[in-house]
């Protein structure tokens, strides 16, 4: 019996028209990557378990995809682990290797792994696939692509400056004008929540603060008071949500703000660099503002935070974020190795760009010729003029069979081919082809002689 | 306590050198793989295990990575398999999912899955890495990138044609000259186990004549008789020992001595049609022979069978191979598609191009200008000007840090920078910056108003 195929759940095949804009983005990507002086690596698809286990908290533990051993594995297992039938201790007997669940990770990894190959500052990129067992929705997929740049051991703000430098110029490449990216700095949230006297509960108050967008003033001021930050903690915190003005009046109001916290005036005093040095700098496109309730992955970063939103009136979530972090490669071992990165979110570029039809207009045209297949010996001078047209970058075929015309003509049309050659047995005695404009209907006969008349004409 | 970390066995990271070097090939293909009018698709690394068991054999079966199962897992597990503590009844219980062993299948299930989306014949190319669960040994490894071609929906011999002028087009490219191109049909194997009287001991026939390289005409015969294939067969396939000639000439042997067969007579025609069209087109650098004694995965491929070997004097397997096979769509329910693909061995043409010098030489050049950092002031009217350069398509760094020049000078060697850019407080007085070429060790001095200048002489 003949299977029904289908594929898993949260995974996707491509087609070629979307291979092709994938490849748009990448290649893009990829360009600036390269400009800003970054190189590329690659990582395993998996890892072993240990390398991964434990460092997205239990909730990634649970996500990331874990590969069974090979051969009898469970004859490797032990009778008291096997007798408790618990999923959860087994899993380690019976899997050590599991897919990447992000590009971080891996890339600590190979930092240390290869530290005495690796010149620092070292600024690498990184784009390949993940893996993460969650549950599909519209935009999730269990398998989706990262592209991640990141400068492992540089202090110098100078990093963070180029970061935003990069959004700016790919997003600027893209045709995507209008994208706004926020800038914040977790020195700042840290400060906030010691001169409201919330210093422990850091990570609450973030948490509350970075949903203003969604539940509002009043919103936020509940949910940390349920948190058990105190009224008047939350009524110190008031400037926050009336923060306004250039990004520079924003900065004077959080030193004031901040001027009892060593830590909120570092964070002040680093935001203000970056922002100065950017207005020095320029932006092509891209608008740059702080966001003091940006928070993203906290417990993770330490210094700047950076998240991209689209332009005004696309709704979708980030397109781009990242931010610093010191000891990236502590857990392997490496000490006192800080890091700044960012990453560009594939899926949902992909969707803006379509959505505001930005994807260039020939990009799924894959053949700029056809020939029509008129019987075997008019085809083997077909495919002597094609071999010449592909040897000059030409993407050119033959039709592989000489059935009716009407059948080619339909697959020159579907294939949205722009020229189509008939070479039938008339242009083979006068040793010439006729190129036939497909969008015109024109059609115009050159020489066998003179297949460059046809190229020139092309490029 | 710090994890020193590895990665799992028969799996790689890549250096940035490593990824340029394959990029540059796959590049190569690539553009060749669109002038031929390909079209590229991507499959998810992951497929439902019921499409990927059984169609690679027993072994193929032990050798698929199977994912296992998200949550609670063993739950699910009825108790007289889980009593039966048997790997491989439990296997799938606890693993629905598998790591795809190769592009073919996938292809497979891809084309019946949009058989409606797509126009066919579907010119399809595939590059993404496939997964096997085999013994790791030099040149083999677990996780490794296919590259293929294939060709579905059509019948005519000119698709052979064309895979043997693509296979000359890549390797031409890639600077890879006197490459050989074997080529032979199942219809000539079988032709000659009929007329020998062998016909039902096919297989045995060929997996012995397949070794004719490697263990010599006494040593093929040998093997032949053990599997029980009679003198007197062995004596009327003398001829095949003894093949000489051109393509052309060898051809007329094959004629004479298949002439009471059909199958093996539509062979010879076959080959001989291959043979006469290739002649009339011809080949850049490669060269064409018939090769009796080829079979590869003989029960896959139902017409032409090719492979690539690399040039003579370089000590590697086969560099690519491929064939046509029918009903390749059969299994998932779509029948009579009949296709033909070849692929690309990566690693092997990679190490033959490492071992041959072909690389480009400035391939592993990953800046092209480093900017030196005297200070704060300094460092930020370098990255104005290397924003410039930037934007010019220059790849141009500025080192992040004010450190001894010394070190920002080895770091600038270690890279292999062409060239350094000296920008100190008398350059910013002079509104002017100096440009060292390493190589030379010459200093040029260039305006700060005229970068242009620069950026020309550089391109």
């Known amino acids: 019996m003949a299977q029904k195929p289908s594929i898993p759940k949260g995974t996707r095949d491509f087609s070629p028209s979307e291979v092709a804009k ?3 983005i990448f290649d893009t990507v990829k360009k600036h990557f ?36 090979s051969g009898d594995f469970i004859s490797k297992v032990d009778d008291v ?23 971080t990770v891996p890339f600590a990894r190979y930092v240390v792994m290869h530290q005495n190959e690796i010149d620092f500052p070292f600024k690498r990129y990184q784009i390949q696939p993940v893996w993460r067992a969650d549950r599909p929705q519209k935009g999730r997929f269990r398998e989706f692509f990262q592209c991640d740049a990141d400068v492992v051991g540089a202090n110098s703000l100078l990093q963070e400056v180029e970061f935003i430098q990069l959004y700016d110029a790919v997003f600027a490449d893209l045709g995507l004008s209008g994208v706004n990216i926020k800038l914040n700095n977790r020195k700042i949230l840290a400060g906030i929540a010691e001169v409201i006297g919330a210093k422990h509960l850091l990570i609450d108050f973030t948490v509350a603060l970075d949903k203003l967008d969604k539940i509002g003033e009043e919103g936020v001021k509940k949910e940390m008071l349920s948190k058990g930050i105190s009224e008047a903690s939350i009524e110190k915190a008031a400037p926050l949500f009336t923060l306004s003005g250039t990004n520079l009046e924003q900065l004077q109001s959080l030193k ?3 001027s009892n916290s060593e830590e909120g005036t570092k964070g002040v005093e680093e935001l203000t660099f970056i922002i100065e040095s950017i207005t020095t700098l320029g932006l092509q496109s891209a608008s740059l503002s702080i966001d003091v309730t940006l928070a993203r992955g906290l417990n993770y970063y330490t210094g700047a935070i950076f998240e991209v939103s689209a332009p005004e009136g696309v709704k979708m979530g980030s397109i781009g974020g990242g931010g610093r972090y010191d000891d990236l490669t502590g857990v392997f071992g490496l000490k006192d190795v800080s890091g700044v990165g960012i990453s560009f979110g594939l899926d949902r570029i992909y969707l803006v760009l379509e959505e505001l039809n930005l994807f260039p207009e020939a990009i799924d045209q894959s053949l700029d010729v056809l020939c029509l297949n008129f019987g075997d010996k008019e085809a083997l001078a077909a495919l002597k003029l094609i071999t010449q047209l592909r040897a000059s970058g030409i993407k050119a075929d033959l039709y592989p069979s000489n059935t009716k015309m009407q059948k080619q003509f339909k697959y020159a049309n579907n294939r949205k081919v722009p020229f189509v050659i008939l070479l039938g047995d008339s242009e ?3 040793n010439s082809f006729v190129v036939k404009n497909m969008e015109e209907g024109s059609q115009k006969e050159y020489s066998l002689k003179k297949i460059e008349d046809f190229i020139n004409y092309l490029s």
Do not use: H, V, W
Not at 41 to 67: A, C, Q, V, W
């Open 81 to 103: 682990t096997y007798s408790s039938k618990d999923s959860k201790s087994l899993t380690p007997k019976i899997s050590e290797k599991a897919l990447r669940y992000d590009l």
């Open 428 to 430: 083979l005695e006068n």
């Open 22 to 24: 994938r490849n748009f």
């Open 256 to 258: 004031t703000l901040l």
């Open 34 to 69: 390269k400009t800003f002086g970054f190189q590329p690596i690659e990582t395993p698809s998996f890892e072993n378990s240990s390398t991964l286990m434990g460092k997205y908290g239990d909730e990634g533990d649970r996500l990331i995809f874990k590969i069974l051993n």
